[in-house]
């Protein structure tokens, strides 16, 4: 089931209720392959981020990536009769090149912004220098759709290499013109003459402070990724900017910003980064902060698909049309409607014991016993590991080595040697284990030292975990009572307060994307509807929000808000007031925030229904394989798997683990070789497509959780079998 809770951790963490009618629930493999989840980050202009070009442009890919040397974008015939003119022409001075511009690319921009558009602005392009052509512009339809025009802004930088500018006039339609020639002219030339290689001309002084760019990593997380680029470039972590973080078991695209750095020097180590590439320079003034995203893009493949009591013997065909007809209504429902914001199970941890129950303990202030709950173990797994049993996978090795180091320490057997093996991924657990042996017996009852020695942002998610499991509850409980139902004492954001409640500070939660959590958002209020405006119509279940609980909200006036007091005050869930959130300690006093009840797409998703046959089949491309296939054009439209423990790959990922050890890598991280999707397996097409899988495509807000939007989908997942 990969990523999916079984029912019952969904039940305990509050997830319950269902939106969405399902003539029948199905189930699936998540992640067979971590490229099956794909994650682009949404621009805060609607814009979708996807690597367009690595480095400098000269290269195809790098660390480990393409097998096969760098090849022309133009098609065949048009290299051919390059090779054939005459050795002379090449002497010849020239004027700035302009590249032709594919099909494939004037039929992209034909479908976002029409015809006419694509063909104006291709001509502009192809006269560049054309006075006559420099005071010209195109200009599109205008649309009210903000993900297109972030789409067309997008392309048109993509498609003509920024040598077009594009701006939305009053009427929100796209005018592209060229741009005057003068600095910000020199900054792209500058740029440009980087894709001359080594021997072209120096680069020209960057217009802005701040080196932006897109950062692409599979099977990496983002802050793995961030120390690899920071050790490379020698500057501190923190020097480099982004939005938010993605998880390490997919491929991700996002934006990202270093002060002070020459688009060689980032291009330049692009083949010593493992699983990361980085491309797309472009200089700006200020750099990308935490929260500066509207949401992220899935692309999701769920493989080997079954529905709820499929008859053995089914014909493919048969099941194909079945999970066609089972999904598409479900889809079209969750358009009109949306479902519940629950707060997703990865909120919540992968411990035996979850991180809202550490937060519980925290804010009942039982600090010993939350100390001992963050350095659980399994007594099991921990003989294994100290009898040397460990597993050759290294995420697993870690996890054996934390209960391993957590039993060293909790029985007293070995705190010296506690400290020294706990793997450097588990933060919060090295803090404690640092801060309670620092000084031998006198530092070991310091259990509040050692809370507040573990990192704010560490620290934090224990808290908000709690508030998460508290929310989750309450609106499984309004919508047990009411449903769609608007009803007296509702509450909804007063109208004054124009900031949307899906960005802010990426900080904790979802292991695919890191979900919000905006402290700056205090100034938003709630208010509560009254009799009246909650019968008047003017108000749908969109538009109502229930507070996390804080000092600084309200609750709701009717019977939710007496839901919260009765299952906060229960033993289990810590005898907490909701109405008495401070604490002796700041850190340690939560404010409170409003979430909206219901959530919704940002954009119109998509899904595919496929037989197969090899679960190691890449269903949905990638950055990388778009970019290989638009180098490879004859290898297009060509499906690909890549198997990772096929002869020379998985060779070479044996032999890369001990340098990531040695280059400070994180441990829980496994390296990974990207392989050519040209080399399709003959066998592959043998076997029998008796395989069903669902491709997902979707955009959601920065609070947003994709397994809770899949759950909708697919119904609840099965309890777990022994």
Same mark, same amino acid.
């Given at each position: 089931?990969?990523?999916?809770?079984?029912?019952?951790?969904?039940?305990?963490?509050?997830?319950?209720?269902?939106?969405?009618?399902?003539?029948?629930?199905?189930?699936?493999?998540l992640r067979?392959r971590?490229?099956?989840?794909?994650?682009?980050?949404?621009?805060?202009?609607?814009?979708?981020?996807?690597?367009?070009?690595?480095?400098?442009?000269?290269?195809?890919?790098?660390n480990?990536i393409?097998?096969?040397?760098?090849?022309?974008?133009?098609?065949?015939?048009?290299?051919?009769?390059?090779?054939?003119?005459?050795?002379?022409?090449?002497?010849?001075?020239?004027?700035?090149?302009?590249?032709?511009?594919?099909?494939?690319?004037?039929?992209?921009?034909?479908?976002?912004?029409?015809?006419?558009?694509?063909k104006?602005?291709?001509?502009?392009?192809?006269?560049?220098?054309?006075?006559?052509?420099?005071?010209?512009?195109?200009?599109?339809?205008?649309?009210?759709?903000?993900?297109k025009?972030?789409?067309?802004?997008?392309?048109?930088?993509?498609?003509?290499?920024?040598?077009?500018?594009?701006?939305?006039?009053?009427?929100?339609?796209?005018?592209?013109?060229?741009?005057?020639?003068?600095?910000?002219?020199?900054?792209?030339?500058?740029?440009?003459?980087?894709?001359?290689?080594?021997?072209?001309?120096?680069?020209?002084?960057?217009?802005?402070?701040?080196?932006h760019?897109?950062?692409?990593?599979?099977?990496?997380?983002?802050?793995?990724?961030?120390?690899?680029?920071s050790?490379?470039?020698?500057?501190?972590?923190?020097?480099?900017?982004?939005?938010?973080?993605?998880?390490?078991?997919?491929?991700?695209?996002?934006?990202?910003?270093?002060?002070?750095?020459?688009?060689?020097?980032?291009?330049?180590?692009?083949?010593?980064?493992?699983?990361?590439?980085?491309?797309?320079?472009?200089?700006?003034?200020?750099?990308?902060?935490?929260?500066?995203?509207?949401?992220?893009?899935?692309?999701?493949?769920?493989?080997n698909c079954?529905?709820?009591?499929?008859?053995?013997?089914?014909?493919?065909?048969?099941?194909?049309?079945?999970?066609?007809?089972?999904?598409?209504?479900?889809?079209?429902?969750?358009?009109?409607?949306?479902?519940?914001?629950?707060?997703?199970?990865?909120?919540?941890?992968?411990?035996?014991?979850?991180?809202?129950?550490?937060g519980?303990?925290?804010?009942?202030e039982?600090?010993?016993?939350?100390?001992?709950?963050?350095l659980? /173990?399994?007594?099991?797994?921990?003989?294994?590991?100290?009898?040397?049993?460990?597993?050759?996978?290294?995420?697993?090795?870690?996890?054996?080595?934390?209960?391993?180091?957590?039993?060293?320490?909790?029985?007293?057997?070995?705190?010296?040697?506690?400290?020294?093996i706990?793997?450097?991924?588990?933060?919060?657990?090295?803090?404690?284990?640092?801060?309670?042996?620092?000084?031998?017996?006198?530092?070991?009852?310091?259990?509040?030292?050692?809370?507040?020695?573990?990192?704010?942002?560490?620290?934090?998610?224990?808290?908000?975990?709690?508030?998460?499991?508290?929310?989750?509850?309450?609106a499984?409980?309004?919508?047990?009572?009411?449903?769609?139902?608007?009803?007296?004492?509702?509450?909804?954001?007063?109208?004054?307060?124009?900031?949307?409640?899906i960005?802010?500070?990426?900080?904790?939660?979802?292991?695919i994307?890191?979900v919000?959590?905006?402290?700056?958002?205090?100034?938003?209020?709630?208010?509560?509807?009254?009799?009246?405006?909650?019968?008047?119509?003017? /108000?749908?279940?969109?538009?109502?929000?229930?507070?996390?609980?804080?000092?600084?909200?309200?609750?709701?006036?009717?019977?939710?808000?007496?839901?919260?007091?009765?299952?906060?005050?229960?033993?289990?869930?810590?005898?907490?007031?909701?109405?008495?959130?401070?604490?002796?300690?700041?850190?340690?006093?939560?404010?409170?925030?409003?979430?909206?009840?219901?959530?919704?797409?940002?954009?119109?998703?998509?899904?595919?229904?496929?037989?197969?046959?090899?679960?190691?089949?890449?269903?949905?491309?990638?950055?990388?394989?778009?970019?290989?296939?638009?180098?490879?054009?004859?290898?297009?439209?060509?499906?690909?798997?890549?198997?990772?423990d096929?002869?020379?790959?998985?060779?070479?990922?044996?032999?890369?683990?001990?340098?990531?050890?040695e280059?400070?890598?994180?441990?829980?991280?496994?390296?990974?070789?990207?392989?050519?999707?040209?080399?399709?397996?003959?066998?592959?097409?043998?076997?029998a497509?008796?395989?069903?899988?669902?491709?997902?495509?979707?955009?959601?807000?920065?609070?947003?959780?994709?397994?809770?939007?899949?759950?909708?989908?697919m119904?609840?997942?099965p309890?777990?079998?022994?």
């Amino acid at each position: 089931m990969g990523d999916r809770a079984s029912a019952s951790r969904m039940r305990a963490l509050g997830i319950t209720q269902s939106t969405t009618p399902l003539a029948s629930a199905w189930t699936g493999d998540l992640r067979v392959r971590f490229t099956d989840f794909q994650v682009n980050e949404i621009s805060e202009d609607g814009s979708v981020v996807h690597l367009s070009k690595i480095g400098l442009g000269e290269e195809t890919s790098s660390n480990q990536i393409a097998a096969n040397p760098p090849v022309k974008e133009e098609v065949k015939e048009e290299s051919k009769a390059q090779e054939e003119k005459p050795a002379q022409d090449s002497e010849k001075p020239k004027a700035e090149t302009v590249p032709d511009v594919s099909a494939e690319d004037v039929a992209i921009l034909s479908s976002l912004a029409g015809e006419q558009f694509a063909k104006d602005v291709v001509e502009m392009f192809q006269n560049a220098n054309d006075e006559a052509f420099q005071k010209k512009t195109a200009t599109a339809e205008p649309t009210d759709d903000r993900s297109k025009r972030g789409q067309i802004h997008q392309e048109v930088r993509r498609i003509f290499n920024s040598r077009i500018d594009t701006n939305t006039d009053a009427s929100g339609a796209i005018v592209a013109s060229i741009p005057k020639r003068g600095a910000k002219r020199r900054a792209r030339v500058g740029r440009d003459n980087n894709n001359a290689g080594g021997s072209g001309p120096r680069e020209e002084k960057p217009s802005g402070d701040y080196l932006h760019f897109t950062l692409y990593k599979e099977n990496r997380d983002t802050l793995d990724a961030v120390n690899q680029i920071s050790r490379m470039l020698r500057v501190k972590p923190q020097a480099i900017g982004y939005a938010g973080t993605k998880d390490r078991r997919a491929s991700t695209a996002q934006r990202c910003s270093v002060r002070h750095m020459r688009q060689r020097a980032l291009a330049g180590i692009n083949g010593k980064l493992r699983g990361v590439e980085t491309g797309d320079y472009e200089y700006k003034q200020r750099p990308i902060h935490l929260g500066e995203l509207r949401g992220n893009e899935f692309a999701i493949t769920i493989k080997n698909c079954t529905m709820a009591g499929e008859a053995p013997g089914t014909s493919i065909a048969e099941r194909l049309e079945k999970m066609r007809g089972n999904i598409e209504p479900a889809m079209d429902h969750l358009i009109k409607h949306g479902w519940i914001n629950y707060f997703g199970h990865q909120r919540f941890g992968t411990h035996e014991i979850g991180t809202h129950e550490i937060g519980k303990l925290i804010l009942g202030e039982k600090y010993q016993e939350a100390v001992d709950s963050l350095l659980s /173990y399994d007594p099991e797994i921990a003989d294994k590991a100290e009898k040397g049993e460990l597993p050759e996978e290294a995420s697993k090795r870690d996890e054996y080595l934390r209960h391993q180091a957590c039993m060293l320490f909790r029985t007293g057997k070995d705190y010296n040697r506690a400290e020294k093996i706990i793997p450097r991924r588990f933060g919060a657990e090295t803090s404690v284990l640092r801060h309670l042996n620092r000084s031998g017996i006198q530092s070991r009852k310091d259990v509040v030292g050692a809370l507040i020695h573990i990192t704010r942002g560490l620290r934090t998610m224990y808290l908000h975990a709690y508030q998460s499991h508290v929310w989750n509850h309450v609106a499984s409980r309004r919508w047990e009572l009411y449903g769609e139902k608007v009803v007296k004492g509702d509450l909804i954001i007063v109208e004054a307060e124009q900031k949307p409640l899906i960005s802010g500070q990426d900080d904790d939660g979802d292991d695919i994307v890191n979900v919000i959590d905006n402290e700056d958002d205090g100034n938003t209020r709630a208010r509560a509807l009254t009799e009246e405006e909650a019968a008047s119509g003017r /108000y749908t279940i969109r538009d109502i929000v229930l507070p996390s609980p804080g000092y600084e909200v309200i609750y709701p006036d009717n019977e939710i808000g007496a839901f919260y007091a009765e299952f906060m005050g229960r033993e289990e869930n810590g005898k907490l007031d909701p109405h008495q959130m401070r604490r002796m300690r700041r850190e340690w006093s939560l404010p409170g925030r409003y979430r909206k009840l219901m959530n919704g797409f940002l954009a119109q998703p998509s899904f595919e229904v496929k037989a197969y046959a090899d679960d190691m089949e890449q269903m949905h491309p990638t950055d990388l394989d778009l970019l290989r296939l638009k180098k490879a054009p004859n290898e297009n439209g060509k499906r690909h798997r890549d198997d990772q423990d096929d002869g020379p790959a998985s060779k070479k990922q044996k032999d890369d683990s001990k340098d990531a050890s040695e280059n400070g890598a994180e441990a829980g991280a496994e390296d990974i070789t990207m392989e050519d999707p040209s080399e399709e397996k003959p066998a592959l097409q043998e076997q029998a497509q008796d395989k069903i899988a669902v491709v997902v495509k979707f955009q959601l807000g920065s609070s947003a959780y994709a397994t809770v939007t899949l759950r909708e989908l697919m119904g609840d997942p099965p309890e777990e079998t022994n």
